[in-house]
């Protein structure tokens, strides 16, 4: 895309976000392309203050304002963005001079007196912009004086209308229902008196509740209805069904454990990893320490030595124990040697490796100059422990 064709695009966007009064995209575009407000030109030479105002554009005008926007330049007719401005609101535009032409006005009192080519200034405009305001007002005030009137003689036609809409409503009732101004003397309801009418109607009604009463009882029984145990009966299942059910009930229990299985192993060997890991950080630490006080201090300075190079503590905590964190020594074996063949070459290497490292004199010759004081004879018998353990598995596998 050549350079002309990209300012063209970009004007075009930004004549779009000022038509859509799109504030926030607006902006990003300002900030993104770092874009001066009074050097970007559009048709006619008209600035981004004169789009705004010709389009009715108001949050982006006041933006424009806050920015410092040039209300004096004149564009190729020689308008000012208040003549635009004062053009929108001409077309009918509600609010457009309290949000478009006054924070003009006050802004730069001194655009009111710029003409354009034709001669024409925003002031002349203002005047024209009064004159409609005031021949609308003068057009509400003869409308509401005509409704008024229109309102009065509907009033009075609506009046003589009820009135003989009731004359014939009265004929009309009288006649064809046989009502009278002698309601009381019509023979068909003299002989009926009160009392009885009275009686009738309170056994219609009462004979009317009853049969309601009946029909919603009746529709919530067979709802609701629930058969004895003496009436129900189990559905009856072929014996080859229960066969197939039983097969796919025990099929999922079998796939259940073995997903439990494979769970358990993951989370085991991630646990065994992590052993391993603290294991050889902790005593391949000690024994390079060992070399180097071997080399440099000899066997006599051993304790100061190994005081000058390891001088972090280990606590019970500190200590990677053969087991997972939370279980205890009963689960000793199952974490060490749970994933491997019994008696295999691996297996036996392996708890052979074990034996030796967590042998208690072995143990103590590494770490026991960095044991916490307090808690050394706790991590003592715990190693201790642990070691009678793996010898006993030993001596049962023989």
């Keep these: 895309m050549s350079h002309n064709m990209a300012q063209k695009w970009s004007r075009r966007k930004l004549q779009k976000y000022i038509r859509e009064n799109d504030i926030s995209k607006f902006k990003h575009r300002l900030r993104k392309y770092d874009i001066d407000i009074n050097e970007e030109k559009f048709k006619h030479n008209n600035s981004m203050l004169h789009i705004a105002c010709e389009n009715g554009s108001d949050v982006i005008v006041r933006y424009l304002l806050k920015c410092g926007a040039n209300l004096l330049e004149q564009n190729s007719l020689g308008q000012v963005p208040l ?89 009309e009732y009288g006649e064809g229902f046989g009502f009278s101004s002698t309601y009381g003397d019509d023979d068909d309801y003299a002989s009926e008196t009160y009392d009885q009418w009275a009686d009738r109607i309170a056994a219609e009604r009462s004979a009317k509740c ?24 189990m559905p009856k299942i072929s014996e080859e069904k229960r066969k197939r059910f039983e097969k796919n009930a025990e099929n999922q ?29 902790l005593f391949k630490r000690e024994s390079t320490t060992d070399a180097k006080i071997n080399m440099s201090f000899g066997r006599g300075n051993d304790g100061e030595g190994r005081a000058n190079i390891s001088s972090e503590l280990l606590g019970f905590s500190d200590i990677p124990w053969p087991y997972a964190p939370g279980d205890n020594l009963q689960s000793l074996e199952k974490f060490l040697l749970g994933d491997l063949k019994k008696n295999s070459s691996e297996y036996k290497s392996y708890l052979k490796r074990q034996q030796v490292r967590w042998h208690p004199d072995r143990f103590l010759h590494r770490c026991g100059h960095r044991l916490v004081a307090c808690e050394k004879e706790r ?16 001596e049962a596998d023989k």
């Design 83 to 171: 003549h635009l401005a004062c053009f929108f609101a001409l077309r009918g535009r509600r609010h457009a001079v309290d949000e478009l032409v006054y924070p003009l006005i006050v802004k730069c009192p001194a655009s009111l007196d710029v003409s354009d080519k034709e001669g024409v200034t925003p002031g002349t405009l203002m005047e024209r912009l009064r004159n409609q305001k005031e021949q609308r007002y003068k057009m509400s005030d003869l409308s509401s004086i005509f409704c008024e009137g229109r309102e009065s003689r509907e009033v009075d036609d609506n009046e003589e209308w009820l009135k003989k809409i009731n004359e014939e409503m009265e004929t």
């Design 210 to 233: 009853q049969q309601q009463d009946h029909r919603s009882a009746s529709t919530s029984r067979k709802r609701t209805q629930i058969p004895k145990d003496s009436e129900y009966e």
């Design 253 to 281: 229990r079998e796939m259940e454990r073995q997903k439990r299985e494979r769970l358990d192993r993951i989370l085991l060997t991630g646990a065994k990893l992590k052993y391993e890991r603290r294991c050889d950080e």
């Design 379 to 394: 991590i003592l018998k715990e190693v201790v422990a642990v070691c009678q353990i793996l010898n006993g598995i030993s």
